[in-house]
Every structure is written in C-alpha cells, then in structure tokens.
C-alpha cells in the first residue's frame, strides 16, 4: 500500500482588514506599492527619483525645441509674398522685382569683395568711377599694336575670313592679381522690369529650393517625393550648380545662405572619387562663374583649390585624363570596367580650366587641358571631323572605332570647340577648323528629314550604317550653331540651327505630356503617319535643359516670339507634371501618359544650374542681361567671361 501523499503547501484565508475584505483594488495595489517603495534602501529611491527628475527635464526641453521648429516650418508654407528684392549687382541691365521665400534666422550679408567690376557693387568708389578712364587710355596706347597683330591673326578656312577679336587676357604671363572680366554697360537703363513668365520662373525656382532647403540641404540631390536626398559625391552639388542663378533671379537672401554653406562646410579635402567631368562643369564652373558676377574671393579661392585636386587626373602615359580622381588623396584612375575615357568628357573641361588659368596666373590648369586639344587635333579616326566616342587613356588612341554620335559621350566634344574658340577671342584657328569640318560632317552624314512633316533631325551612324535614333542632348546643337553665327561663321548654319530648333520642340509637342523623352526615334518610311517614335526604354523625362537652351539662343539672335511661346508651353509641362507638393520637382518615368507619369524621385542638380535660368533669361527681353557679347556658358550654364579689353 502507499503511503498518504504529503502536502507541500498550506491554506491561508485572508480575514478582513478594518471591516473590508481583500478585492485587488485600486487603494490595495497602491498601498503595496507604498511597502515596496519604504522597502527600498534610500540610494535607489534617490537614483529613481533623479532619473524621473532628469526624464522630465528632457521632455519639456524636446517640446519647447520642436514648438520652435513647426512654427519655422509653418512659416516657410504661409509666408510665401513677392517684395521689392534688392538691386542684383552681377548683370548688365538689373531686376527690379523679385520674389523671396520666408527664411529661419536671417543672416547678415558680408561686404562685397571690392575685386570685383565696379557694376557688381551698389556704390562706385572713388577710383572705381575713374576706372574707364584709365581703361581708355590704355586702349588709346594699345590701339597700334593690337592693329598690327589682327594682321597676322586672320582665321580662314575653306575661303571664309573672320578677325579674331582683340584678347588681352589669353594664356596667364603675368604676375598681376586678375580681376573679373571688366564690361562697360551698353545699355544705361539700370532696372528692368520682371515680365510674367519671369516671375513664374522665379517661383518655380523657390519651390524647388525650398525642397531642396528642408530635406536635402548641403547634400547633392533632392528626392522630393521621399523628401530625403540622394548623394553622389557629398559635395553640395544642387546647391553650387544653383549659386549664380539665384544671383541673377535676384534671390539674395538665399544667395547669401548658401555662401556661408559653401565657406563653412564645403570641404574639398575629404577622400571620395569623382567624376572628372561632372566636377568640373558642375563645382568648378559654379564657383568660377559665381566669382565673375560677384568679385567675391572665396568663391575663387575654392575654385583654386578644387583645380589642383583635379589635376591628379591628367598623369596618364597619354596626358588624357582619367575619369576619376580622388581629391582627397590625389590618385586617379579609369573606371573598374575600362581603360577608357569618354571623348566628351576629356574635351568638355577646358573653357574652366582654361577661365581659372587666367584669374588665378597659373600655367598649369590651361597647359593640363590644352594639351588634350592638341592631341585630338592631330588624331586619326574621325569621319569628316567627326569623332569616335572613347579614347584609351594608355594609347592616346581613339577606341570602338566606327560609331559616330551627337549625342551621350560625344555631345559637348562640339558644343566646346566653338566656345573656346569664342572665350580666346576668336583666335585659335585649330579649334575653328575642328568645329567648321565637324559642322560639316554632320550635314553629309547625320542630318535626315522625317516623314511625313519633314522635320530635320541630326541621326547616328554605327560602322556606315544609319540610325534615325536622336537624344535629347543633340538639342544643344541649335543654339550653339547659332552662337556660331552670331560670331561670324556662315549664314547657312542659322537655317540648320532653325530647321533643328523646330524639331526639337515638337520632340516635346507631338507628346502626350508636352514633355519630351529622352530619346526618340524618326520615321523614314513616307507611309507611316506619325514622325515621332518612343520605345518604353527611352520615355523618360529628366528635366534636361538643351531645348531652353537653345530657344534662347535663337529669341537672343532672332527676336522671333514664337521661342518664347514655344519655351512657355514647355514651361507649363514641367509645372503641371513635374512639380512636387512638399517644394521640388522630379524627373520622370512616362512622358507619354498624362494620367501617372511615373515620378522617378529626383531633382537632377542642373535643372536649377540650367533648366530654370535659361527659362529666366529665355523669357527676358533685355538682351544685355548675360550679354552673349561679353559671355559665354558652359556646358552646365554656368557663365565665363569671353577674353576681351
């Protein structure tokens, strides 16, 4: 048998407690917590009570913080008014109005750097006024020898004669501190006034930049959907490619926020790769240009500085630069895929190397990217002027031989040979001849006209064969031949430049958004009805600049109004289906549907640097605003002096 199983645990029955029986009640549960807390041992009842003491501390100073910063955003949506902008000292003809986001704490503006031409500053010194003066005289004693010298300087090629323009300011060879380019005002009129279509320009650029402010500040590119940023290589980009436009929107007060961000927390030295190229037209040409329209030195200063750590990219076996370059550590070298380097990218350099030789007196820069000119100039492979797309940085040798293109990595390689030409003073007869022969063999080679309506396009050509295929980019060409024209070159190349203006705008009209894609194809078979076509792969939108561009190379040199119309309409589809809520806009997926244009989340840093200003100076009817007499743009609308007295 077994025994009796023993019990561990006992019964215990709570009897009542001052007449009331046990419930878990409220006062019970507060009453053992008491117990608990008297039979804490008086170093722990101390730390708790600092904690709560320190918790609650926190808490107030969070709130009061954030109270503060919801007020600053709230502001920034309903504060939004148009006043009187103060006189933007960097152009010929100035603004009179202006429109100015709201700002956080108001900063106060630095003096002007008095190196700086004496219409950048509000008031003339003394020796500022007598400054023409002075430069008259200089020009009365220099009038014989520059006479003597256009003498031996005459251009000619094929039979056409053009007189280089009298350059004081070519390649350094002087100890003297460079100044900004100097340019006597043609027209006296010292305000003008800010059309419509300008102001909706100024407008769309302070959306823009307050998305940008809020969530990407300082960073490279705003993603104005996620309302975060996208970096590529933490330099600020957005913000650099941005300076010099919101200097001629006459966006002071933002002008002088990003200033400080680009003194105090630009910072060159740090160890990231970047992109020879984009550095160069972006930062570089921004803070070159910025410098020009201001006099003020520490945009310089950092224009100096980034040169020298973008000169590691020249020391190849060939002199042709790699395309990448750590400017913190001073290495360069080729992507990991390849040895070679694209030709537009070597080629579209040198207007701001060339530009900081000049203020800074220092060889070396020009010397770097004149050296690659030179090198092209004398190289086998190209068609009727006409240039392959790579070039092997070991050889010096053009490579993937046979394909020839207006478009992605060949594009500028044109667009610069005429600039330069144009900023040295219509001097350097190689890069002339570069530009006519290539000008040349694109009308023998690539030019075709659509079907049905005949538009004129510029097509691509892979080892002799055709292709109607056409970039966007290839936009540029219209107004940079006229460029051409305006500085002397034939006439015929105005009617290319007119016949291609009107193809790339119905790039943009015969689509569904009013946008245009990033490549197109063109019909050749006289049967199909429509001369446009798009493939899924290449209707994309990414807020490119080349067709304003060129609209306002042509309303500048022909005064014809449909530009402007045309640049209005365009305008409209870019607010319409670009615009993001929260401030920015965004580049695009479908341009062919209206109804979900399938936003990509991001604003490209040069639909500020490029796409707004020349929308602004597009829409403008005061020709001496940037005049194209004293100016030239790079390939990033950033603005360089030409090299005239």
């Known amino acids: 048998m077994y025994s009796p199983q023993r019990r561990d645990f006992i019964s215990v029955t709570l009897g009542s ?300 076996p060939s002199k042709i630069p790699y395309s990448d370059v750590n400017i913190g550590l001073g290495t360069a070298h080729p992507p990991r895929w390849t040895s070679d380097s694209t030709v537009a990218e070597v080629t579209s350099i040198q207007l701001e190397f060339r530009e900081l030789s000049r203020l800074t007196k220092k060889d070396k820069y020009q010397a770097a990217v004149d050296d690659v000119m030179k090198h092209i100039h004398g190289l086998g492979g190209k068609k009727d002027g006409l240039v392959p797309m790579f070039i092997n940085t070991n050889s010096g040798q053009f490579s993937h031989l046979g394909v020839y293109t207006l478009g992605a990595r060949a594009d500028s390689y044109y667009e610069y040979l005429l600039k330069q030409w144009i900023q040295g003073g219509r001097k350097e007869a190689d890069l002339l001849e570069d530009y006519l022969q290539a000008i040349e063999g694109i009308t023998n080679n690539l030019i075709r006209k659509s079907e049905p309506n005949k538009l004129t396009f510029v097509g691509e050509l892979s080892h002799n064969q055709f292709s109607p295929k056409m970039d966007h980019l290839v936009c540029f060409l219209p107004g940079t031949l006229a460029l051409g024209v305006h500085h002397g070159l034939s006439a015929n190349h105005m009617k290319l430049a007119k016949e291609l203006i009107e193809t790339c705008y119905q790039m943009y009209a015969q689509i569904e958004t009013g946008l245009s894609p990033e490549i197109v194809y063109f019909n050749l078979n006289p049967h199909n009805a429509n001369d446009v076509e798009v493939k899924p792969a290449d209707r994309h939108n990414l807020l490119r600049p080349e067709t304003v561009e060129s609209l306002f190379y042509m309303y500048r040199f022909t005064k014809d109004k449909k530009y402007q119309e045309w640049g209005w309409k365009i305008f409209q589809s870019f607010n319409k289906y670009t615009r993001v809520g929260s401030g920015g806009y965004t580049s695009i997926n479908n341009v062919q549907s209206s109804e979900n244009p399938e936003p990509r989340d991001k604003m490209e840093s040069f639909f500020l640097g490029e796409t707004l200003k020349y929308f602004f100076l597009l829409f403008s009817d005061e020709f001496n605003l940037i005049s194209l007499d004293k100016y030239i743009f790079n390939t990033e609308a950033h603005i360089l002096p030409i090299w005239t007295t």
């Not at 060879?173 to 009129?189: F, G, I, R, Y």
């Open 17 to 316: 407690q001052a007449g009331r029986n046990y419930d878990n009640s409220k006062t019970w549960r507060r009453q053992s917590f008491w117990r608990k807390w008297k039979q804490l041992s008086r170093l722990q009842r101390s730390l708790i009570a600092f904690m709560f003491i320190f918790m609650m501390f926190c808490g107030i100073a969070t709130y009061l913080n954030l109270s503060e910063h919801w007020q600053v955003v709230e502001g920034l949506d309903q504060e939004l008014k148009q006043v009187k902008p103060v006189v933007v000292p960097a152009l010929d003809v100035l603004l009179s109005k202006a429109t100015f986001i709201s700002q956080p704490p108001k900063l106060k503006r630095p003096n002007l750097n008095k190196r700086g031409p004496p219409f950048l500053q509000n008031r003339l010194s003394k020796n500022e006024k007598e400054e023409p003066k002075i430069r008259k005289e200089n020009e009365a004693e220099a009038h014989s020898d520059v006479k003597d010298k256009e003498k031996n300087n005459i251009v000619s090629w094929r039979g056409m004669e053009i007189a280089p323009e009298r350059v004081t300011a070519g390649p350094p060879d002087s100890k003297q501190e460079e100044k900004p380019v100097l340019h006597e005002k043609v027209n006296a009129k010292e305000t003008a006034t800010v059309n419509k279509q300008q102001m909706a320009v100024i407008e769309a650029f302070q959306h823009a930049w307050k998305g940008y402010k809020q969530y990407a500040w300082g960073h490279d590119e705003l993603k104005p959907i996620s309302k975060t940023y996208n970096e590529w290589f933490g330099l600020g980009l957005t913000l650099i490619d941005a300076l010099d436009t919101m200097w001629i929107l006459g966006q002071k007060q933002e002008f002088e926020e990003a200033k400080k961000w680009v003194v105090d927390e630009l910072n060159l030295s740090k160890s990231v790769d970047v992109n020879l190229f984009e550095t160069t037209i972006r930062i570089l040409g921004g803070l070159l240009s910025v410098y020009n329209l201001t006099g003020d030195q520490v945009f310089l200063d950092k224009a100096s500085e980034l040169g020298d750590r973008l000169l590691p990219a020249f020391n190849t």
